[in-house]
């Protein structure tokens, strides 16, 4: 990934883990940090990616309380 991608990726997580905290949504802000923690090593960020797309999609599935 082009390291400014990597900075535009860093900018969004961060706004998405600030609104995480706004609605509750604990396990996502989980999955947002450790994805950010991934973006700021070398390589891929692999099963952290995954991780948090399989959150976001488990969240996006649940139904409404």
Do not use: N, S
């Not at 400014?4 to 509750?24: D, K, Y």
């Not at 802000?29 to 797309?53: K, M, S, T, Y």
Request: glycine share 10%.
């Amino acid at each position: 990934c082009v390291a400014g991608q990597h900075e535009a990726a860093r900018a969004e997580l961060h706004r998405l883990r600030a609104a995480c905290g706004f609605c509750g949504a604990t396990q996502l802000a989980i999955a947002v940090e450790a994805l950010q923690a991934a973006l700021g090593e070398p390589g891929p960020p692999g099963a952290r990616l995954d991780h948090f797309l399989a959150t976001l999609d488990r969240l996006l599935i649940q139904d409404p309380p």
